[in-house]
């Protein structure tokens, strides 16, 4: 204890508690002048983006499986403990060897410097919150350590020091904690005061709030009664948009000024198209519930929404471009540099793909796609429904290569047939007698025909079918049980609209959907 103590008070740790100090004013001024810069372009974000970049498709999948649609979250934890772990350590660096500490901070400084001007949309301009922050944090790191090595309780440093410098005298512990509490209390500042006034001059959420949206020239289908599944406690048809599932690389949703959004259609085409935002608005639109789905999702997840969506079908805008003999795909990329590769004819055909503003009735949520997405019935989200899209090049597959392909996934992405099981929960107690089962299913554009139950390894028993929207939809089911007390296990599993049962062959996410029976391990009383 008494150990701790000293080394506490000892000159190892104060120097750890310089590099925070520093780090702090590196991240706050970089926040304060980044304000007048793209958000994607502050410390954080920037190397964030960069490291999901490079991340590697198993540990893509592992974030999603362990912290879900919350891996940003983690992954923003992880970069704090880092970037406290490295502030720490080059704190002690500066102290024992300055150049050698200079040269650390340099270093990182150049690391997100390198970040910020390899993002895509970014300018290099936009790398000088992240300059001025390091170098301002290199002038803090300086001060406080130059107070450390005058520290009067260590003589042998105080003393050469004061042998060099006889003119400056020796300072004092307290006087360390506080230039080190006023430099904190400065990041704490400069860190508030940008996060202000970049919410102040973003007026894009505003813009967002303040759109109408028109009304489509061919409205959604009405949704038939009795859609909802008749077991408690099943997700709702609807999604709604604030608990609709968001999978994305964007550390920072995109802010795009809806009045300048432009989408450049270009490539293997007789001829080059480029839509503004009202060209959408005063285009005949259509509206359609189509279910999304994520090629991550588990068996028996959540990363499934199902909404309203008000667009202008991509076949006519393709219409007008005339794709020209041999391409095969469209390859759609986001303002964040996300890309996704979709088959030409899956855009043309009559499923209604089409390049959405509206979702359940209100403009695109900023981190949903704002103010353009594409939805495309039938194929996983990563290979078709990019959001902030801004580019469409016709081009064909062995050409070109989207963002999640050159990644390890496949290049292709049709939904897999699945049942969930979403009712009783996993683990869940239940009383004896009569259980409402229940759930969702999914097959887009071939729709869902049959779910089946099975208890222990007893015979595969019919679920009731909820009604059906449409074939791009889910369904939903429900079963009724008779519980016996004891554990038991729930599977279920559906048939497409083909006639193709679901298949019990268990897949990994990678590279292109999970697949299997969910099974539900229940215990009744
Ligand atoms: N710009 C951009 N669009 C994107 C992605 C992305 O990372 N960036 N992810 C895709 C993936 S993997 C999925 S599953 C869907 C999810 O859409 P949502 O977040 O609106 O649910 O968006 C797709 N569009
Ligand atoms: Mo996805």
Redesign the pocket.
């Known amino acids: 204890m008494k150990k701790l103590t000293n080394w506490l008070k000892g000159p190892t740790a104060m120097a750890a508690l310089a590099g925070v100090a520093a780090a702090a004013v590196v991240l706050s001024v970089a926040e304060l002048i980044g304000a007048f810069f793209t958000a994607r372009a502050t410390p954080l974000i920037a190397v964030g983006s960069t490291f999901i970049d490079f991340t590697p498709p198993w540990l893509k999948d592992f974030a999603i499986a362990t912290f879900g649609t919350n891996d940003k979250a983690a992954l923003f934890a992880g970069m704090g403990l880092t970037v406290l772990l490295l502030a720490c350590v080059l704190g002690v660096v500066a102290y024992r060897k300055w150049a050698l500490g200079v040269a650390g901070v340099l270093l990182m400084g150049g690391v997100i410097v390198a970040s910020v001007v390899t993002r895509a949309s970014v300018k290099p301009v936009d790398a000088v919150p992240s300059l001025i922050g390091t170098l301002a944090g290199l002038v803090v790191l300086r001060l406080l350590i130059t107070r450390l090595w005058r520290m009067r309780s260590w003589p042998g440093v105080a003393a050469d020091v004061a042998a060099k410098d006889p003119e400056r005298p020796a300072t004092t512990r307290r006087a360390f904690f506080a230039a080190t509490g006023i430099t904190a209390a400065a990041a704490a500042i400069a860190a508030t005061g940008g996060r202000l006034l970049s919410a102040a001059r973003n007026n894009v959420a505003q813009a967002r709030e303040s759109l109408t949206l028109p009304s489509p020239v061919k409205a959604a289908p009405a949704v038939p009664a009795g859609v909802q599944s008749a077991a408690p406690g099943v997700t709702p048809w609807i999604t709604p948009n604030n608990e ?7 550390l920072s949703a ?1 802010e795009i000024n809806a009045e300048e959004w432009e989408l450049r259609v270009h490539g293997l085409v007789e001829q080059e198209v480029t839509l503004t935002f009202q060209d959408l608005l005063d285009a005949e639109l259509i509206e359609s519930h189509v279910t ?5 999702n588990p068996v028996g997840g959540n ?1 499934a ?1 199902n909404a309203k969506w008000l667009g202008f079908p991509l076949r006519e805008v393709l219409k007008m471009a005339r794709p020209t003999e041999g391409a095969d795909m469209v390859l759609s990329t ?3 540099g ?1 890309s ?1 590769s979709t088959p030409l004819e899956v855009l043309q055909d009559d499923r209604d793909a089409m390049l959405a503003i509206g979702m359940n009735g209100e403009p695109l949520p900023l ?3 704002y103010p353009v ?2 939805v495309v019935p039938g194929l ?3 290979v ?6 801004v580019d469409l090049e016709v081009t064909r597959f062995a050409d070109s290569k989207a ?2 392909t050159d990644r390890g996934w496949s290049e292709r992405g049709p939904i897999k047939t699945m049942a969930r099981v979403e009712v009783p929960r996993s683990f869940a107690q239940v009383p004896a007698g009569k259980v409402a089962i229940g759930g969702t299913a999914w097959a887009q554009t071939r729709g869902i025909t049959k779910v089946e139950v099975q208890i222990d390894n007893g015979p595969w028993t019919e679920a009731v079918l909820s009604a059906e929207a449409s074939v791009v939809t889910w369904r939903q089911w429900s079963f009724e049980w008779d519980a016996t007390p004891g554990p038991h296990y729930i599977k279920a599993r559906a048939t497409d609209g083909t006639g193709e049962v679901q298949t019990e062959k268990r897949a990994d996410p990678v590279p292109d959907g999970a697949s299997g029976w969910q099974s539900v391990m229940v215990t009744v009383q």
């Open positions: 609709f599932y968001r999978i994305d690389t964007a995109p999304l789905t994520c090629v991550s990363l929404g986001s303002q964040d996300f996704a981190e949903h796609g997405r594409m996983y989200g990563f078709s429904a990019t959001k902030w899209v963002y999640w």
